[in-house]
T-cell receptor, first 110, second 115 residues
Framework: QKEVEQDPGPLSVPEGAIVSLNCTYSNSAFQYFMWYRQYSRKGPELLMYTYSSGNKEDGRFTAQVDKSSKYISLFIRDSQPSDSATYLCAMFAGNNRLAFGKGNQVVVIP | GAGVSQSPSNKVTEKGKDVELRCDPISGHTALYWYRQSLGQGLEFLIYFQGNSAPDKSGLPSDRFSAERTGGSVSTLTIQRTQQEDSAVYLC?????????????FGEGSWLTVV
């Protein structure tokens, strides 16, 4: 079993819809949970990070962590064409590296 | 600088040649990471530097890969005798220190194509 599972299937939504992305993980030592956004031919950009279970909101973005279920989510409200990108979940156990999911390609159709 | 800087941004090389990829981290960041991203894959950890400590090389895929960090700042990733499977984006990242690993910032990557 991979440390971090993220269904890489592309996701197309109409403008204004809610985008829902999620990852599951197996390592109980993960304490920090991040979402990165990556535009085509660009490096990943840190979008959200949370520590432990709970919700964190930043504008149209909400990150949720459920450590008991080892499940994290990212919601994008009122999606815009500029949100079209690949979204990568990442997790950190306080050691030397982040563990990444494979990423979800999101396309917001005007 | 304002962000993590990587060069070259694109590199096409012939199979069997050596390549060097450079990373200049954010000023003041002591932790530096190299990751590799292949088409359709997530990011694969390669190597981690923290200050003057011995690097964590556990992610390097073979002995053809090596990296160094001079003066605690600029890092160079070297791939010897490149193979076609080495074609990928090589991403460098930095954070303020090890404890700040939850806020790691990436460069734009070096896009390597081995023909």
């Amino acid at each position: 079993q991979k440390e971090v599972e993220q269904d890489p299937g592309p996701l197309s939504v109409p403008e204004g819809a809610i985008v829902s992305l999620n990852c599951t993980y197996s390592n109980s030592a993960f304490q920090y949970f991040m979402w990165y956004r990556q535009y085509s031919r660009k490096g990943p950009e840190l979008l959200m990070y949370t520590y432990s279970s709970g919700n964190k909101e930043d504008g149209r973005f909400t990150a949720q962590v459920d450590k008991s279920s080892k499940y994290i989510s990212l919601f994008i409200r009122d999606s815009q064409p500029s949100d079209s990108a690949t979204y990568l979940c990442a997790m950190f156990a306080g050691n030397n590296r982040l563990a990444f999911g494979k990423g979800n390609q999101v396309v917001v159709i005007p | 600088g304002a962000g993590v800087s990587q060069s070259p941004s694109n590199k096409v090389t012939e199979k069997g040649k050596d390549v060097e990829l450079r990373c200049d981290p954010i000023s003041g960041h002591t932790a530096l990471y190299w990751y590799r991203q292949s088409l359709g894959q997530g990011l694969e950890f390669l190597i981690y530097f923290q200050g003057n400590s011995a690097p964590d090389k556990s992610g390097l895929p073979s002995d053809r890969f090596s990296a160094e960090r001079t003066g605690g700042s600029v890092s160079t990733l070297t791939i010897q005798r490149t193979q076609q499977e080495d074609s990928a984006v090589y991403l460098c990242a930095s954070s303020r220190d090890r404890a700040s690993g939850n806020t790691i910032y990436f460069g734009e990557g070096s896009w390597l194509t081995v023909v």
